[in-house]
């Protein structure tokens, strides 16, 4: 059971990480945006391909990370920014022929099989007579040490608190005369960059191939629906409960634990519609 609830804690974990920037572009922007699924991929197989010639794996995560910057400021900019007032239909329209380019992109250059990578760390601890491995307690305490940053951003620094007041009323806040735009551009880079992080974490639990971003992807929604639309205290707590969730159901019945979790998305939906 233990390791039950490590495993639901790491990809409890690795849901925030990717689920705090789609909340965010969500709950600013108004956009599903589908491209982040891609950005999470890129950031997976960027890890597959730096990694062996660095040979040092936070600066391998680092490069990756940052690797993904370009590319998400070049979809903001031609993609995402013409978007913004237009349906959500168009947006998921747009941002799904972005993540399927963007797909055939990485089939071109990687090919369509699963890449496997190995632990990076590779060793176990012994907790309750229950034997561990290191690197999953790493994503959990990344994934914290992260949600501390967050929050330090969002209530200290004055570009958090106009990112909060864009959740709140975006409308409100560009009648002050803040280029409510620059922030969320801001907010669209640093989103991509943590679905690059989420990929590059989560790549060596998985396997790196083209179509690993679409489940995560999915999860992600249904973690920013529970948790509440653009609440990024409740997506910390949707994360974690609904990747225990799915830990505890996978080890009684695997089929039922994304079933599980779209199950609970359901009820969220029925008790607390949303209006987007």
Same mark, same amino acid.
């Given at each position: ?81 013409? @978007? ?15 993540? @399927? ?52 951003? @969002? ?42 992080? #989420? ?34 205290? #409740? ?33 969220? @939906? ?7």
């Amino acid at each position: 059971m233990i390791s039950v609830i490590a495993y639901g804690l790491t990809l409890g974990g690795i849901l925030y990480i990717i689920s705090i920037g789609f909340s965010f572009t969500f709950g600013t922007m108004k956009i599903v945006n589908y491209a982040h699924a891609l950005i999470f991929t890129i950031g997976g197989y960027i890890l597959y391909a730096t990694l062996p010639r660095i040979g040092f794996y936070p600066a391998a995560v680092l490069a990756a990370t940052l690797g993904v910057i370009p590319i998400a400021f070049i979809i903001e900019r031609f993609v995402i920014r013409n @978007l913004y007032g237009e349906s959500v239909d168009l947006t998921i329209i747009a941002t799904y022929a972005v993540f @399927l380019i963007g797909l055939d992109v990485l089939k071109w250059i990687w090919g369509s099989n699963p890449l496997q990578m190995s632990d990076p760390i590779n060793k176990t601890f012994t907790f309750l007579g229950t034997e561990l491995p290191v690197y999953r307690m790493a994503v959990i305490v990344i994934a914290l040490a992260l949600a501390i940053l967050i929050e330090i951003f @969002l209530q200290r620094s004055m570009a958090g608190k106009i990112v909060i007041a864009g959740l709140e009323d975006k409308e409100t806040v560009r009648g002050l005369g803040i280029s409510v735009q620059r922030y969320f551009t801001m907010v669209f880079i640093i989103g991509s960059a943590l679905a690059a992080l #989420g990929g590059v974490l989560y790549a060596p639990i998985t396997v790196v191939e083209p179509y690993m971003g679409f489940q995560i992807l999915m999860l992600s929604f249904a973690v920013v629906i529970v948790g509440g639309l653009g609440n990024w205290r #409740g997506t910390f707590v949707a994360a974690f409960f609904l990747g225990m969730v799915m830990s505890v159901t996978g080890r009684w019945w695997g089929p039922a634990s994304e079933v599980a979790v779209f199950a609970i998305l359901a009820v969220s @939906l029925l008790i607390h519609p949303i209006d987007i």
